[in-house]
């Protein structure tokens, strides 16, 4: 099976302070993999490289089938827009915004009808229960709503792959319980490829893998999913027997 992200020796500097030094990481359609590493390690900025949000320094990133680093702003943002759904620990919604506004946006942006936009946008809150808050502002929520208003945004256009840095990480743990249980019920649904940064174990507990960052590299094996199973890789595969 191709793999919807795939990347090899990514690394990026900051000044000369080396965030990343040479990371390889693979994720196949429908994979959920949790990243997981010290803080400072990298996690975020591999997420960003690997999100096109900024630009690696080395190395070749693939997602969905395009090299990131072959291809120009305008067709990042368009891979962006189409095939990345970014959810971050504070959601980041628009704050002038509806719920509902704020879930239509990445498919108005993307040239959907307003009626069309609206629709689906309201699928999307009903399937994260928070319908029922359509037309509040991000002020007038909880921030457990937010996060999963913040969420059905960003897999309101089915995309390829939701990457994800501390989605929970600003809720307590029944919110980020309940958060993480409707996303990867709705990405498992649509075979949609995961990518989550988390420092909580009870989060990257619903991952199929874990992938640990350390220093700007991936050190691996990180721990096999389930008792007995054999060690996995930064590569995979899947350990037999963990949930597809
Ligand atoms: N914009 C930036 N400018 C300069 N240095 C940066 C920048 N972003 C990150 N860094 C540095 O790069 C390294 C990796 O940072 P990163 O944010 O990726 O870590 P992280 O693993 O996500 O940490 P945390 O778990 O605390 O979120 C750190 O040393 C950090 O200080
Ligand atoms: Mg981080």
Do not use: Y
Request: aromatic share 2%.
């Amino acid at each position: 099976m191709t793999a919807v992200v795939h990347a090899t020796g990514v690394q990026k500097s900051f000044g000369n302070h080396p965030a990343l030094r040479g990371v390889d990481l693979l994720a196949r359609p429908g994979e959920i993999v949790a990243i997981t590493g010290p803080s400072g390690s990298g996690k975020s900025t591999l997420l960003h490289c690997l999100a096109g949000i900024v630009r690696a320094d080395r190395g070749s990133i693939t997602v969905a089938g395009h090299q990131l680093d072959a291809i120009g702003e305008e067709e990042r943002s368009k891979l962006r827009r189409n095939e990345i759904g970014v959810l971050m620990q504070f959601g980041h919604l628009v704050a002038e915004l509806t719920a509902l506004q704020n879930v239509a946006l990445p498919l108005l942006l993307r040239g959907e009808s307003r009626a069309s936009a609206a629709q689906r946008a309201r699928t999307w809150l009903d399937r994260f229960a928070v319908g029922d808050l359509a037309d509040r502002r991000p002020t007038q929520v909880s921030g457990g709503q937010a996060q999963r208003v913040a969420a059905a945004r960003a897999l309101v256009t089915e995309p390829a792959v939701l990457m994800a840095d501390e989605p929970t990480g600003a809720l307590d743990s029944l919110a980020g319980e309940e958060l993480m249980a409707q996303v990867t019920l709705a990405a498992r649904a649509r075979g949609t490829t995961v990518l989550l940064v988390t420092h909580d174990a009870r989060v990257a507990a619903h991952a199929d893998r874990e992938v640990v960052v350390r220093d700007g590299l991936v050190v691996g094996p990180p721990r096999a999913r389930g008792a007995g199973g054999p060690s996995v890789t930064a590569e995979g595969p899947v350990a037999p027997g963990s949930p597809a």
